[in-house]
């Protein structure tokens, strides 16, 4: 069922919120906090948000595959392998922030343009099916808020971990 035009303005106001929202969840997380593992396999903060990262940009070029090709291919990814091989804990944290506000910042006039049959513009994705800007648009305005909360437990693990 297709979203009504103020369903998608309100995602898109929460996918143009979502940068914000996840730097002020950064900001509560004192230094030695950024590359604490909750446990084995889970990701630090610092790892959260160089995930955010990479998935915005992904994000970013899936939109317009959708928009701009027909029935295009939508190419899922592990991202547990994306942050192992890729080393997420190197990667420096300032420039995957920037990275992930810019892909944002770059989508969210696009979103904000599109007329009503670009939203049921459709690909395939290779995880998900049948996959259509509605779609994408549901997945990604909730994706960063996702993360921040994540952050947010992340804190609190390490918190009572350390007291």
Known sequence: MSLTPRERTALIDRYAAGP????????????PALVWQPAPGKWSVHEVIVHCADAEINSAMRIRYLLA???????????????????????????????????????????????????????????????????????YAEHLEVHARQIDRNLAAWNASVH
């Open 69 to 139: 090709a027909e029935q295009p291919t939508i190419l899922g990814y592990d991202q547990d392998a994306w942050a192992r091989t890729l080393d997420y804990a190197a990667q420096p944290l300032e420039p995957a922030l920037a990275a992930l506000e810019a892909a944002r910042a770059h989508t969210v006039p696009l979103l904000r343009r599109l007329l009503e049959p670009a939203w049921q513009r459709a690909g395939t994705h290779t995880e998900m099916g049948p996959y259509t800007a509605e779609k994408w648009l549901q997945v």
């Open 20 to 31: 914000r929202q996840l730097r002020e969840a950064l900001a509560r997380v004192p230094g």
